[in-house]
């Protein structure tokens, strides 16, 4: 794996001291009243997002911040003693971006839930706490429509979607949340506020100051609030479902279907997710299927049907053992509940280390291949999910809790998929983040010139290197 460089390591070095006994009164006073959290317990709660990493830290306390200004008193008063602070959103993220470190303050925005629409501009004004679910209900009663879709798209925040600059099933037609981020509210380590952005479509006034922040996971500022675009309502859409017996035959479809044509959601389950999402709530599924590929298009009029009859067409020539398309989206909606679920239900099966790894979508078939032959290698079991349109998989490492030997093998081949999708000229993470459980696979990805461009940025903006310590790099 690369080494950093010096410079970028010294770079990394450079958090203050914390103080050993920090005034909390003091920063109490500074909030809204019920803002500061110091019982043990309701603490501990905020330790762990959705990995549950055995490795995180007990933080000192937890601000929720009902305001732009709270945030400002809490990263001005962790400034000012050196306490490392954790922003986080709705705890949902699988990647370690918002466990916390020991003596940290967590830093949540659970509480900014504010959605604003304006038609006129076709824009949402929103909260960093705001859910994504809640953008797309407010969005709706408009005729309005925010794309970005997360699987968690019910639990997740738009802070934690902009963090982690977010994708979900239907990025490989309408892209991911950075494409529908024009404005951002961000407080600065010294407590200073920015606005960058606003309601325009165009705009190219200074550096893109406004992308910098986008996919940071808090380790830059601390996003309060964000202006994102609308686009309209989604056409209903048909959907194709097709069976493979080998995974690798489903990838290669992939590919032969993205050469012809922008479908509006290609996604992949292999035959252990299926598997895993019949035991945890049996849906039908074909459990022999070596592979299921969910496919949609929204296309306008009868380009919708043409589209699906030519995607129906390259799954039969492509080796499909069978293939069922509809026209009615609640039929459709059942199978993309399936692929929803698969995550949850492969939990389900063990203890897990969740990936993200992305290639170019021809390479797709050669990932799918070496993940199966890592799994054979180290003697787990790695069920793969795929936004498969757009070369995104997840693959998810499973092996018996409290099984020592069986976690070293775990983590040999969390680290050897992420070195794989590497070689195949692809990345670590393709939508969850860096977090802390990839950091160590970043610079074989970046190399020591980029690591040490972002660090020598890192520095420029946090100097005592309080903002989200041991996340993203």
């Not at 309005?144 to 798209?153: F, R």
Request: include cysteine; charge should be negative; glycine fraction near 10%.
């Amino acid at each position: 794996m690369t080494t950093v460089s010096k410079d970028a390591q010294s770079a990394d070095q450079t958090a203050t001291a914390p103080d050993p006994s920090p005034d909390l009164a003091a920063l109490a006073a500074a909030l809204a009243p019920g803002a500061l959290l110091t019982d043990p317990a309701g603490v501990a709660a905020y330790r762990f997002d959705f990995t549950a990493d055995e490795d995180a830290g007990m933080p000192l306390a937890v601000v929720r911040a009902s305001s732009a200004a709270d945030v400002q008193a809490t990263v001005r008063w962790a400034g000012a003693h050196g306490i490392p602070l954790v922003p986080r959103g709705a705890g949902s993220g699988l990647s370690g971006g918002s466990n916390a470190v020991d003596g940290c303050v967590v830093l949540s925005l659970e509480r900014m839930r504010a959605v604003e629409i304006d038609p006129s501009t076709r824009t949402a004004v929103v909260e960093a706490g705001a859910l994504n679910v809640e953008v797309k209900q407010a969005a709706a009663e408009h005729g309005l429509w925010y794309p970005p879709d997360p699987s968690s798209y019910e639990i997740c925040s738009i802070g934690g979607n902009v963090a982690t600059n977010a994708g979900g099933l239907c990025c490989v037609k309408y892209g991911v949340t950075t494409d529908y981020v024009l404005g951002l509210d961000v407080v600065l380590a010294d407590g200073t506020l920015v606005r960058l952005g606003g309601q325009r479509i165009k705009d190219t006034a200074g550096l893109s100051l406004l992308k910098l922040f986008v996919g940071s996971e808090g380790t830059l500022g601390v996003v309060t609030r964000a202006t994102l675009r609308l686009v309209p309502a989604q056409q209903p859409p048909a959907t194709l479902v097709a069976t493979f017996d080998d995974v690798a035959d489903a990838a290669r479809v992939v590919v032969a279907i993205g050469a012809r044509l922008r479908a509006s959601m290609m996604e992949l389950m292999d035959q252990a997710s299926i598997n895993a999402v019949e035991d945890h709530k049996p849906m039908g599924l074909d459990r022999d299927a070596g592979a299921m590929l969910l496919a949609q298009s929204d296309a306008p009029g009868a380009a919708r049907g043409e589209e699906i009859a030519l995607m129906e067409q390259l799954c039969s020539e492509g080796g499909a053992r069978e293939c069922f398309t509809t026209t009615e989206p609640d039929e459709g909606e059942l199978f993309v509940a399936a692929r929803r679920a698969a995550i949850y239900a492969i939990e389900r099966r063990g203890t897990i280390m969740l990936e993200d790894v992305g290639v170019p979508v021809p390479r797709l078939p050669d990932l799918l291949t070496g993940i199966a032959e890592i799994a054979r290698a180290c003697d787990v079991e790695i069920p793969v999910v795929a936004h498969a349109g757009d070369g995104n998989t997840h693959p998810v490492v499973v092996y018996p809790p409290g099984d020592a030997e069986a976690r070293a093998r775990a983590a040999q081949a969390f680290s050897q998929v992420m070195s794989l999708a590497i070689r195949l000229g692809g990345t670590i993470t393709g939508e969850h983040g860096v977090g802390r459980l990839k950091r160590d696979a970043l610079p074989e990805q970046l190399g020591p010139d980029v690591m040490a461009l972002t660090h020598r940025i890192k520095h420029a903006l946090d100097p005592q290197g309080i903002l989200n310590p041991g996340a993203g790099f």
